[in-house]
């Protein structure tokens, strides 16, 4: 018997069009200046984006054409696989119905490439010889040093201490695409030296990286910023996960009653649930979508929806969005790209609605169903994975106390195989439940722009 039963794709399948999820959600705040509290421009972006990726933040245009090179580059590995994990329901005994939207296949090992290549070619386009980013666990800088060399784009990372510390293969991942990988706070931004001069031992945050990323490009015109993440035109690009999804299902003859999706800064979980949302949005089926985050870093559950800086320096626009305050510092989880102290502001504006619901997960629990799930389906997930593993897990488990067969469909953004040490930590025993800091939340909150 077949255990993992897939769904299967052509390249010719591939999306044509991102899908923009702004185009059917009502009275959307719109991005601040941060000096004058007007509504930014696409000319306020220029020094930092090339025009097009401005206009595509921007936009409320329902689709946005995806560009002859991205596809064909996305066709390297693009439909990713659609799996029904028939070793997990049997594992959990449970009449659900239990789907994944694997990820893991792209060349980095996560969904980060979908964007990474378009930000690329429309920089490229644009006449722009360097990048420079922030990246937590080291899947974004990974995808954007891959973009780099395909485009031929100088490459810089601002890749956050802590995992720069965790996760060395990432680093030699990045450098083996020609990147530079740098820890951040570092010494050569005037963000990092300040944050440095205060805490010498700071563990870095993507809020400071991005920092670091924005202020370099702002420096150098040859120099533009790539995001990973939280902005419109990030998610955009990420909805070729949930469009191929909807036509495997078709194909699977079923549809989700339920999609999860892990949520650091969104990107993830945007990509797999904004299709869905928008048939629903437009008269189509309805589906109850979870956003999975970390239990030390809460943005939905426990920070408060404000704008905010996205980044710790106060150099982007002022972004409406669940926060815990830019000058929040999060626990060294092992689940780097969720140590993010906001929420994507398409995302947030969901939550508002009732759209979208979040639930907040501990690190223990993760990595427990980590392993369920390797041991039942053969993939080791990344530890960001894991917060959708585990809450998928309880779903289905619920589906089965209460009778029902439901379809559960869970993103499983990336592998694990550069994160095994912390899989070792677990099996050890040694890895820890990091606790939420409310005392620097409630201090960050404090300095939030007043909008």
Known sequence: MNERVQFPL????????WYNLAADLPDLAAPRHPATGRAITVDDLLPIVPAELARQELTLDREVEIPEPVRRI??????????????????LDTPARIYYKYEGVSPTGSHKPNTAIAQAYYNKQAGITKLATETGAGQWGSSLALAGALFGLDVSVYMVRVSFDQKPYRQLLMQTYGARCVPSPSSETETGRSILARDPDSPGSLGIASSEAVEIAAQDPSTNYACGSVLNHVLLHQTVIGQEAIAQFALADDYPDVVIGCAGGGSNLGGLSFPFLGEQLRGGRSVRVIAAE????????????AYDFGDTAGFTPLLRMHTLGHGFIPPPLHAGGLRYHGMAPLVSEAVAQGLIEPVAVAQSACF???????????????????????????????????GVGRTVLFGLSGHGHFDLSAYGEYFSGT???EEFDVGGMYAALAGLPDV
Do not use: N
Request: positive net charge; aromatic residues 4%; glycine residues 6%.
């Open 10 to 17: 052509s390249a010719q399948d591939i999306p044509r069009a």
């Open 74 to 91: 996305y066709a390297r590995w693009r439909p990713s696989p659609l799996v029904r994990a028939r070793g997990l329901e049997r594992a």
């Open 294 to 305: 970390p239990a030390s870093c809460p943005s939905m559950t426990r920070g408060t929806l």
């Open 368 to 402: 427990a169903a980590g392993v369920r799930f390797a041991r039942a389906e053969g993939i080791v997930p990344a530890p960001e994975s894991c917060h959708a593993v585990e809450t998928a897990i309880r779903e289905a488990l619920r589906s089965k106390e209460e």
């Open 431 to 433: 890895l820890q439940d």
